[in-house]
């Protein structure tokens, strides 16, 4: 029986293209004993310097369940550190701890060199058009889309 959607299933092939591409960082983060997540955390308070929990969550794709664990267990190993706003101590920032900051001197290079590699072996063009095709898509999203009309549930 041939499938009933004639659209190519865009979730399973960014999936597949995230683990594809992920499996050329792994080795180096492994080496590291850094998760993905703590990778992603790492990252993005290498680029932004500190952060509030909640914008963390936004840019590393991370529950704030699991963020607010992630960050104890990576306090604890002395690669960030939290501080409460003196202008406001409910709020709380977030900064790469010296610890991290040297991780993250570590791991750079050799990320950068595997997407040197990843460019030399399939030409740098599809790697650009891959990041220009999804942060397009990303930028889309500020369109809204109209929801299908679901029929009534059988309850009713």
């Known amino acids: 029986m041939p499938g009933r959607i004639t659209h190519r299933n865009l979730p399973q092939l960014l999936l597949k293209a995230r683990d594809a591409l992920m499996s050329h960082f792994r080795p180096v983060l492994n080496h590291f004993g850094v998760t993905e997540q703590q990778w992603r955390i790492l990252r993005a308070l290498d680029e932004h310097e500190q952060l509030e929990p909640r914008e963390l969550c936004e840019l590393c794709q991370i529950l ?3 963020m607010a664990g992630m960050l104890a267990r990576m306090e ?6 939290r501080s409460r706003m003196a202008a406001d101590q409910r709020r709380v920032m977030v900064r790469l701890a010296q ?11 050799l990320i950068e060199q595997q997407y040197r590699l990843m460019e ?3 030409g740098k063009r ?5 990041s220009g095709a999804l ?8 369109t809204e889309v109209p929801q ?6 059988e309850e009713e």
């Open 135 to 142: 942060a397009g898509f990303i930028a889309a999203q500020a």
């Open 64 to 66: 704030s369940p699991s």
């Open 148 to 153: 299908v009309a679901l029929p009534p549930s």
């Open 126 to 130: 599809v790697v650009d058009d891959l």
């Open 99 to 109: 610890k991290g900051d040297r991780l993250v001197d570590q791991i750079a290079p």
């Open 76 to 81: 604890e190993l002395g690669l960030v550190e």
């Open 120 to 122: 030399k072996a399939w």
